[in-house]
């Protein structure tokens, strides 16, 4: 009767010890699945969104190549030069600001010798204007669709170019010939032409950086 009970026990304890290996693996193999399945996604995910963020950014690089087209070469040559206008600008607005300052350092300290290089000064200034201008002209377009910051911009910018040349024309005859007559001409005209310049320099930011561009 003992032997039997130790050999019915035997028998059990073997099962037992033959299945819970396979229990347990039965048990783990679906955890390993998953996380074999997670970590696959995970690596496929941000893959798989790379790639048709690519798909996406190269087709719209083909839409935006379809739609611009080929130029034909004098629109493209108007188009670059009008580039080149935020570039230029720079130079008279300097020259003509210079110009000023000096002029009225050499009345303030009653130092004439403060003046003597405004000729060349005023002459690259004008220059430069008529450059800048024509620049801007090729930038904007022929007029008629311009809102009003743009009109204003487009016209002031031309009348510095008038103003640039008639500070140089005045600025030679005063040179050639000193009269106070014809000092307060310059004067009066550079003047102008600086302050011209101060706002359309402004005008220039507004329509480049926005209406809001200097608020404190």
């Keep these: 009767m003992g032997g039997r009970k130790f050999l019915i026990g035997l028998v059990f304890g073997l099962a037992l010890s033959l299945g819970a290996p396979a229990i347990a693996h039965e048990d783990h193999e679906p955890a390993t699945s998953f996380r074999s399945q997670s970590a696959a996604s995970a690596a496929d995910g941000p893959l798989s969104g790379t790639t048709a963020m690519q ?18 070469m004098p629109q493209r040559l108007y188009r670059w030069l009008g580039a080149m206008h935020p570039a230029a ?34 002459a690259l200034a004008a220059i430069s204007a008529i450059a800048a201008v024509a620049l801007g002209w090729f930038a904007m377009g022929l007029p008629g669709r311009d809102d009003a910051t743009h009109a204003y911009h487009r016209w002031l910018g031309t009348s510095i170019a008038a103003l640039g040349l008639l500070s140089w024309w005045a600025k030679e005859h005063w040179v050639r010939r000193p009269e ?5 001409v310059y004067l009066g005209l550079l003047t102008l032409t600086a302050g011209a310049v101060v706002i359309n320099g402004l005008l220039g930011g507004m329509l480049t950086h926005g209406m809001r561009h200097l608020m404190f």
């Design 55 to 72: 798909g996406m950014a190269s087709d719209m690089d083909h839409a935006e190549m379809a739609d611009q087209g080929p130029k034909p």
């Design 89 to 122: 600008v720079h130079f008279p607005i300097a020259l003509f600001l210079v110009a000023a300052l000096l002029e009225i350092a050499a009345l303030t300290l009653r130092r004439p010798v403060l003046t003597q290089g405004t000729r060349v000064i005023i």
């Design 180 to 184: 106070a007559a014809r000092e307060v």
